[in-house]
């Protein structure tokens, strides 16, 4: 059963807590697609002003969307193409504080300004990407980079 928390107001140390709460919402379930679902859910709930929060699986050399908390997305993004495409080829994290200045932005949802997308490898494989949207100009930090690749961490031992 999930149980919301008290998050720190110190973010590396909210993050942390997010990490942990991961861990034990998805300890023992093995289903990748119920797995992503309830990481996109306790993240949506957990960021402020986002509005955007989910996964794109690499899926016969493409990018497929997965599950997700917003509007509806995009269902197929190319390798290397906007800033999702470009994470996953080049396998590195990307934090962009405007999308509209990113060249080859693929625009899924108008209200977007910023996006972090962090890239999902599991044993050298790309599995997809962890994609978050804001409709907030430089909304994501070093400390969200920080916190969110700490994130992906625990969610790939369970996917």
């Not at 059963?1 to 110190?10: L, N, Q």
């Not at 794109?56 to 190319?78: D, H, K, T």
């Not at 994501?140 to 961490?153: I, T, W």
Request: aromatic share 6%.
């Amino acid at each position: 059963m999930f149980m919301g928390i008290e998050y720190s107001k110190h973010p590396a140390e909210s993050y942390r807590q997010l990490a942990d709460q991961l861990q034990l919402l998805l300890d023992g379930e093995k289903n990748r697609i119920a797995n992503l679902s309830n990481a996109s859910a306790l993240l949506s709930n957990f960021l402020e002003r986002t509005n955007w929060t989910g996964f794109y699986l690499l899926e016969e050399g493409e990018l497929v969307l997965g599950p997700f908390q917003g509007l509806p997305a995009c269902i197929r993004i190319p390798m290397g193409r906007g800033v999702c495409g470009t994470s996953a080829k080049n396998r590195e994290t990307l934090v962009v504080e405007d999308v509209n200045a990113f060249e080859g932005h693929i625009a899924c949802d108008s209200a977007s300004q910023s996006e972090i997308v962090i890239p999902l490898v599991k044993n050298d494989e790309l599995i997809g990407v962890l994609d978050i949207d804001s409709p907030e100009i430089g909304r994501f930090s070093e400390e969200d980079r920080a916190g969110l690749e700490q994130f992906a961490e625990v969610l790939l031992r369970h996917i």
